[in-house]
């Protein structure tokens, strides 16, 4: 193979991994579902994570060990991910919606959520126990046992108007 045959399958490779890249799903950060889900009649979803422990897990990690990947892997959804897929979610914000829900870069469009199949065929999740359990299981140094009922209703923030 000469030179020039091999940059042509070189670019061809670029082209085809930036073009995957971009249709990966992104961290977008909670600020941007605000927006939208922070409605008080609509049970104001952004404000209840924001009082949630969930909000506050950056907190409980005290001098280095808020710069210790193995804490900050569970403590952090931003941290805790491909640094690829981060686009405007911080490190501060800690566990966030989208270590529940999923990336949300592409399902954020208001056209795309108002379609429950479509959101999902985004990255959407509607999390089920195992999402939970990514995090909260014996690997947690202060690992206080898990009961799904028990720790959900802790952190419900259902939308009243869709029940
Ligand atoms: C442009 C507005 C908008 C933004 C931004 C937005 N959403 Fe939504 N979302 C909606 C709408 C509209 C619905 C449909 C239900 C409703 O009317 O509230 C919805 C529904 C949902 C649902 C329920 C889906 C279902 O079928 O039960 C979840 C979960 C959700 N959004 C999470 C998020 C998360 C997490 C973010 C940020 C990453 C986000 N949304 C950003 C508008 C938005
Ligand atoms: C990305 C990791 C992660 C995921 C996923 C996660 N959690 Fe947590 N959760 C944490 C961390 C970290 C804390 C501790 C926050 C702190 O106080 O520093 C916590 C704390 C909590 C608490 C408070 C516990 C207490 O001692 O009062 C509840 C309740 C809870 N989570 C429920 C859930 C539920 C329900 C799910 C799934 C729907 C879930 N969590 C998913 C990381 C996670
Ligand atoms: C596997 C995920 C995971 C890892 C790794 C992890 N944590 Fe946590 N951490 C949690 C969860 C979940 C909770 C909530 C406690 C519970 O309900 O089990 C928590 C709670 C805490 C708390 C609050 C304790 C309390 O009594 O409520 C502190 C402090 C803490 N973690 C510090 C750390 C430090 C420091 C590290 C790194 C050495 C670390 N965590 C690593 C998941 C994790
Ligand atoms: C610790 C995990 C966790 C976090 C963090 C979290 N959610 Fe949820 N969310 C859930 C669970 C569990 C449900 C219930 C799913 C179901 O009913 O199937 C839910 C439901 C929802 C719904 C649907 C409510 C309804 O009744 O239709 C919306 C909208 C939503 N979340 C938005 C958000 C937004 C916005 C954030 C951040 C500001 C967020 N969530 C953070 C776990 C989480």
């Not at 977008?28 to 506050?56: D, F, T, V």
Request: aromatic letters at 8%; a positive charge.
């Amino acid at each position: 193979m000469n030179f020039k045959k091999l940059f042509t399958l070189l670019g061809m490779f670029i082209f085809l991994f930036s073009f995957v890249n971009a249709q990966d799903a992104k961290y977008i950060g909670a600020a941007k579902c605000k927006m939208c889900h922070n409605k008080a009649e609509k049970g104001e979803q952004y404000n209840k994570w924001l009082a949630s422990p969930h909000a506050k897990a950056m907190a409980s990690l005290k001098g280095d060990e808020a710069k210790n990947p193995k804490c900050l892997k569970c403590h952090s959804t931003a941290a805790g991910v491909d640094q690829a897929l981060v686009m405007s979610i911080t490190v501060a914000e800690g566990v966030s919606c989208e270590s529940c829900h999923g990336p949300g870069s592409l399902y954020k469009v208001a056209t795309v959520m108002k379609d429950q199949k479509l959101a999902l065929s985004k990255g959407m999740i509607l999390p089920e126990e195992k999402v939970c359990k990514k995090c909260h299981n014996e690997e947690s140094p202060h690992y206080k046992g898990f009961n799904y009922k028990e720790y959900s209703a802790k952190i419900a923030h259902d939308d009243p108007t869709t029940k």
